[in-house]
């Protein structure tokens, strides 16, 4: 069974910076892409920075010049969050969409989700 645990959440002050990391785990034949999502107080789900098994990378308008998405060789996802605003609280999730060993369709796995808290 696919499994994806985020870590490094935290509380910071505005103006500072955290790491993100996802780290996957399970028998996976191949991924499509790699995301990052966040959920802040009442609102909904929104994607942050996504990348692909090619190195292409895409970014919300919010997360462009402050937040890096990379990808190292065991599949582990980071976003690396520069120059934090209050307005970044959330929750945020990593997402993969894969294909596992045992399916032949592409899945969209979730992790549980590390909460960020900037304040102000």
């Known amino acids: 069974q696919v499994q994806l645990v985020e870590s490094g959440g935290g509380l910071v002050q505005a103006g500072g910076s955290l790491t993100l990391s996802c780290a996957v785990s399970?028998?996976?034949?191949?991924?499509?892409?790699m995301g990052w999502y966040r959920q802040g107080p009442g609102k909904q789900r929104e994607l942050v920075a996504q990348i692909t098994t090619g190195g292409s990378t895409y970014y919300a308008d919010s997360a462009k010049g402050r937040f890096t998405i990379t990808s190292d060789d065991a599949q582990n996802l980071y976003l690396q969050m520069n120059s934090l605003k209050p307005e970044d609280t959330a929750v945020y999730y990593c997402?993969?969409?894969?294909?596992?060993?045992?399916?032949?369709?592409?899945?969209?796995?979730w992790g549980q989700g590390t909460q960020v808290t900037v304040s102000s």
């Open positions: 997402n993969s969409n894969l294909q596992p060993y045992s399916s032949t369709y592409y899945e969209n796995c």
């Open positions: 399970g028998r996976i034949f191949r991924i499509n892409t």
